[in-house]
């Protein structure tokens, strides 16, 4: 496919899972990808653009938003994925780890897209995609700064899709599930027992399995796609079946 060739995107949080995932795949359909990311790559991509930038940072943001428009003649596509993870009840987090969650998934988020705006409204493919999460609308157990923190970016994502309609920026995010990422490896192998936490997080999604990456990318890639030139202030599921089955025990 080629339904991004002759267009720009920038990836926050794209050296390595989920936004490693989408900077590769909208690379190979035709897009000129920057990504943004505390870390560098441990395995660039050949014609892609590392910055590293962190997204606590307004001064820094703005300052790699406006290098990745340098560098590829402007910015069509936003795919806002920089996040961390969060465990345990709502009385386990003291205030710093709140602020913290809650500054870099949503704040940042909001950072990012306040910098790419001008350039967006100059587009003509303009579309801007969140990473939410399935824990925004449903309940998981131990989850809770986290789950505020990615119902924060879910409401975010409408609010910004009314906002910014007129201008011609479709906004949309998508709520994966458990993935199989970098983050989720670390949960593991600080687990006690490494073999039954993973399966507990298998089988809670009714497809029995961990969400791949590429398959967010690829849901993300939709939303992104001038083909979706009409969906935005949407919420793709892409969770295994979580937000909607109701399976009997087996």
Not at 9 to 20: P, Y
Not at 159 to 164: F, G, R, V
């Amino acid at each position: 496919m080629g339904d991004f060739a002759g267009l720009t995107a920038i990836v926050t949080g794209g050296a390595s899972g989920i936004g490693a995932s989408t900077a590769k795949m909208l690379q190979s359909r035709g897009a000129k990808v920057t990504v943004l990311d505390l870390r560098r790559s441990e395995n660039p991509i050949e014609g892609i653009t590392y910055l590293v930038c962190d997204i606590q940072s307004r001064e820094d943001v703005n300052r790699s938003v406006e290098e990745s428009a340098a560098i590829m003649g402007g910015i069509d596509i936003v795919v806002n994925n920089a996040g961390i993870g969060a465990i345990g009840d709502v009385a386990e987090g003291d205030d710093e780890e709140w602020r913290r969650v809650l500054d870099i998934n949503v704040v940042g988020a909001a950072r990012v897209s306040a910098a790419a705006l001008p350039f967006l409204r100059k587009s003509q493919h303009a579309a801007l995609v969140n990473v939410s999460s399935v824990v925004a609308i449903s309940g998981f157990p131990q989850r809770a700064i986290y789950s505020a923190s990615k119902g924060a970016v879910y409401a975010l994502t409408l609010a910004m899709a009314s906002d910014h309609v007129k201008d011609g920026i479709r906004i949309n995010c998508v709520l994966p599930g458990t993935t199989d990422t970098p983050w989720v490896a670390r949960l593991l192998e600080s687990a006690d027992d490494r073999v039954a936490t993973e399966k507990s997080l298998k089988v809670r999604q009714p497809m029995g399995r961990l969400v791949k990456s590429e398959e967010v990318a690829f849901a993300i890639c939709y939303l992104a796609s001038p083909l979706a030139g009409s969906t935005t202030g949407t919420a793709l599921n892409v969770d295994g079946g979580v937000s909607g089955l109701r399976l009997p025990p087996s």
